[in-house]
């Protein structure tokens, strides 16, 4: 009988997302005095640059606040740069409150997918397999133990090959993706002669099938 003490359950704590050169922060202020608060808050303009109300990581992985100035933000955790914000405010309000969230959080899925194209990720959260969930997973013809992923980062274009089948995916590098990241299903070449193949032969097969069933009617008559 199966005993779920017998079962081994391993949890394995996810890698905290820091904030790199390039990403778009959303950041809202607030406090008792709101009005005051506002002022610290990127004005949201239609068509316009801000649309979204949000900060872009310069290349120097900084942002600039008002008042406030300069920040260094690449590096930080979401909870680092809520933290410093924080401190730095209560110069000027009364118990602010920082909200901090990630924006424009894109990768591409290229290849043998259903769907493939560049994703807007709503979260800085997410894995290789949720990533190909989005492009419709893999097709028939794609490679599982070998899919590319393209990652840039300041100085050079990373490479990696992925085993989507082993059972230590979750401990590679990549599977946990990051913001531009590409993804690459190459083909499987055996894989689509032999579906090649079985559609060639498959009127044949379905003709000795039928006369095989029309002589066997027959023998029972």
Do not use: C
């Not at 290229?110 to 290789?128: H, K, M």
């Amino acid at each position: 009988m199966y005993n779920i003490k017998d079962s081994v359950f391993e949890t394995k704590k996810l890698p905290v997302r820091v904030i790199e050169k390039g990403d778009q922060l959303s950041i809202f202020v607030s406090s008792v005095n709101t009005e005051l608060a506002n002022t610290f808050n990127m004005p949201v303009t239609l068509g316009g640059t801000n649309s979204s109300g949000s900060y872009w990581v310069d290349d120097d992985g900084q942002i600039t606040m008002t008042k406030i100035g300069l920040i260094s933000v690449a590096g930080l955790s979401y909870k680092s740069l809520k933290d410093t914000l924080e401190s730095k405010l209560k110069y000027y309000l009364k118990d602010p409150i920082v909200n901090v969230k990630f924006e424009s959080f894109r990768i591409s899925i290229l290849g043998e997918v259903r769907t493939p194209g560049t994703f807007v990720i709503p979260q800085s959260d997410i894995n290789i397999f949720q990533a190909l969930g989005l492009a419709g997973d893999i097709n028939l013809n794609g490679k599982r133990k070998s899919v590319l992923l393209y990652r840039q980062t300041d100085t050079e274009t990373q490479t990696f090959r992925i085993n989507l089948t082993t059972d230590s995916i979750m401990s590679h590098p990549a599977f946990h993706l990051k913001n531009r990241d590409v993804i690459y299903i190459e083909p499987d070449r055996v894989k689509m002669n032999t579906n090649s193949l079985l559609l060639q032969l498959w009127p044949t097969i379905f003709g000795a099938v039928t006369l095989f069933l029309l002589v066997l009617s027959s023998i029972n008559r």
